[in-house]
């Protein structure tokens, strides 16, 4: 069965560095989703993505982040200059043309910023 | 704009007991609805989905959740717990409004089961 992959599981990183979170969403979607979670709380959307523009985004998503689709299967979030506070599990998720109903969650990439 | 509100942040049960997991919503259009489970540093696993169609759902690992929307709820129950079920679970609502399909997240209830 299909399904959305994420790299890293785990990254670590210095405070004003910049990371970028890697995702390949099922290559039949068409739409991408960036989530995050900080520890113990809920899980917040970030940024949708669509026809290779942003078609919404969150207060969250400020100019530090930015995504990308690169080539035909990869989707990237990238966070310039990495704060304390982004530390968060970071979801991609997708959704097929066809259907609406259900987003398709990746495993998740633990941003550690120290 | 629509969201989603989870009663009770923390829920004991004893095994073998009901579970019962509170979820309401505020939709300004028929809404479509999730419960997920994520357990301790793992993501989020899909237990059930309203869209259309019979109001009761069934999901996986014995979870069912029924649309009432009259009381804008999504409530999600399992009839005997098990100790593998102590994990945190999410409602979400898809935002039908944005033209983006997004998840809106409830802020989760963690689940306990008692020996």
């Known amino acids: 069965e299909p399904e959305v992959t994420q790299t890293p599981s785990h990254q670590v990183t210095q405070m004003g560095q910049e990371v970028i979170l890697r995702c390949v969403p099922i290559?039949?979607?068409?739409?991408f989703y960036w989530y995050r979670q900080i520890l113990g709380q809920k899980v917040e959307f970030l940024v949708s993505?669509?026809?290779?523009?942003?078609?919404?985004k969150s207060e969250i998503f400020d100019d530090q982040f930015s995504v990308e689709r690169p080539d035909g299967s990869n989707f990237t979030l990238k966070i310039r200059s990495t704060k304390l506070e982004d530390s968060a599990m970071y979801f991609c998720?997708?959704?097929?043309?066809?259907?609406?109903?259900?987003?398709?969650f990746g495993p998740g990439t633990r941003l550690t910023v120290l | 704009a629509q969201s989603v509100t989870q009663l009770g942040s923390h829920v004991s049960v004893s095994e073998g007991a009901l579970v019962l997991l509170r979820c309401n919503y505020s939709?300004?259009?028929?809404?479509?609805l999730f419960w997920y489970v994520q357990y301790p540093n793992q993501g989020l696993q899909l237990l059930l989905k309203?869209?259309?169609?019979?109001?009761l759902v069934k999901g996986i690992n014995g979870f069912e959740a029924e649309f009432k929307k009259s009381e804008t709820s999504f409530h999600l129950t399992k009839p005997s717990a098990h100790m593998s079920d102590a994990a945190e679970y999410f409602c979400?609502?898809?935002?039908?409004?944005?033209?983006?399909?997004?998840?809106?997240f409830g802020t989760g209830t963690r689940l306990k089961v008692l020996a």
């Open positions: 290559s039949n979607h068409l739409y």
């Open positions: 309203y869209t259309t169609g019979a109001t």
């Open positions: 993505f669509y026809n290779n523009e942003i078609s919404e």
């Open positions: 939709s300004s259009v028929p809404p479509y």
């Open positions: 979400a609502v898809s935002d039908l409004t944005s033209g983006t399909y997004k998840y809106i």
């Open positions: 998720a997708s959704i097929r043309l066809a259907d609406y109903n259900e987003q398709f």
